[in-house]
């Protein structure tokens, strides 16, 4: 069983800081992308930024220049620093991993819980 445990989310003012991270725990084998997905009310789920295993990233033109995304692949972490955050930046934020159970097994989506970010004065 795989579980991927979010953190770092919370209440900030326009123009300020937070780090998030995603821990992925229990039978990972193998992971290849980690990502950061996003869900404001009423709106659909979209990608924030993505890393792959070596390190190469993509990010939302939204967030180009204010978020970085990085990852620790000794501990199977994923990081997403926001910074310059808006409250167009208001949402709950889900961490995603393509990851792999055991030797020859395909790999598969998983999910975070999510964690809310609020920007607002």
């Known amino acids: 069983q795989v579980q991927l445990v979010e953190s770092g989310g919370g209440l900030v003012q326009p123009g300020g800081s937070l780090r998030l991270s995603c821990a992925a725990s229990?039978?990972?084998?193998?992971?290849?992308?980690m990502s950061w997905y996003r869900q404001a009310p009423g709106k659909q789920r979209e990608l924030v930024a993505a890393i792959s295993r070596g390190g190469s990233t993509n990010y939302a033109d939204s967030v180009k220049g204010r978020f970085t995304i990085s990852r620790d692949n000794a501990k199977n972490t994923v990081y997403l620093q926001m910074n310059s955050l808006k409250p167009e930046d208001t949402a709950v934020y889900y961490c995603n991993a393509l990851l792999s159970t055991r030797i020859g097994e395909a790999k598969r989506d998983y999910w975070g819980q999510g964690t809310q970010v609020t920007v607002s004065s």
């Open positions: 229990g039978s990972v084998f193998s992971i290849n992308a």
